[in-house]
């Protein structure tokens, strides 16, 4: 089964890195594009990422630009989220999701549980 | 704020049906039809509910139907259970460079 299963998440201090992974199985990860969405706690959900099944195109969120980096290593089934310049802001919850191939729409038809990201000083 | 709006909350007794709005503009749920709908427990992963506007993905309960008139989709529960209890999401595809837009959710009381 399919199976987006999310690392990396932490404490950081304001103004420091931090790297997300999702580890994908259960399907044939090269042929998909992926997302990174977020969640403020207490808040609704937000498309920070989209990465190509190549990865020769990224897509990202205005709040995120320059910051963040999105990229994947299609043979090891690996996404990962490089995160620069944390703010408090950025502090959520930060799901992988599958891009759906049902649909020529951003719809995600799996997502991982997440993992947490707390940006405080 | 979020891009596309929607009802804080929304409640309903079983059995019952209730309907969650998503209005967004012409450049998203207004210009294309593919608006999805998810479903979020607390503490677990959004589930997907409906595909653009109105298909079900495979699984799904035939309790959940979708709809769009101009610029606000709908997401109808029918025949309410207690499992339904939960907060939903919709989403859209955007011209915009933000690729896709969601709204701020909606939690849904079961009485």
């Known amino acids: 089964q399919v199976q987006l299963v999310e690392s990396g998440g932490g404490v950081v201090q304001p103004g420091r890195s931090l790297r997300l992974s999702c580890a994908a199985s259960g399907f044939s990860f090269s042929n998909y594009d992926m997302h990174w969405v977020r969640q403020a706690p207490g808040k609704g959900l937000e498309s920070v990422a989209l990465?190509?099944?190549?990865?020769?195109?990224?897509y990202y969120a205005d709040s995120v630009k320059g910051r963040f980096t999105i990229f994947r290593d299609n043979s090891n089934n690996t996404l990962y989220l490089q995160m620069n310049s944390l703010r408090a802001e950025d502090t959520a919850v930060f799901h992988c999701a599958r891009q759906s191939m049902i649909s020529f729409g951003r719809v995600m038809d799996y997502w991982g549980q997440g993992t947490l990201v707390t940006v405080s000083s | 704020q979020s891009a596309l709006t929607q009802p804080a909350s929304v409640s309903g007794s079983p059995g019952q049906s209730i309907t969650i709005s998503c209005t967004g503009t012409?450049?998203?749920?207004?210009?294309?039809?593919?608006v999805a709908w998810y479903q979020q427990h607390p503490g677990k992963a959004p589930k997907l509910m409906i595909y653009d506007v109105t298909n079900r993905p495979s699984g799904v309960s035939n309790r959940f139907s979708g709809s769009k008139s101009g610029n606000t989709a709908s997401l109808t529960i029918s025949g309410l259970q207690a499992e339904d209890e939960a907060h939903y999401y919709c989403s859209s595809y955007t011209s915009s460079n933000t690729y896709v837009v969601f709204g701020g959710g909606a939690k849904l009381t079961v009485l």
């Open positions: 012409s450049s998203d749920v207004g210009g294309y039809d593919y």
């Open positions: 990465i190509s099944y190549d990865g020769n195109n990224k």
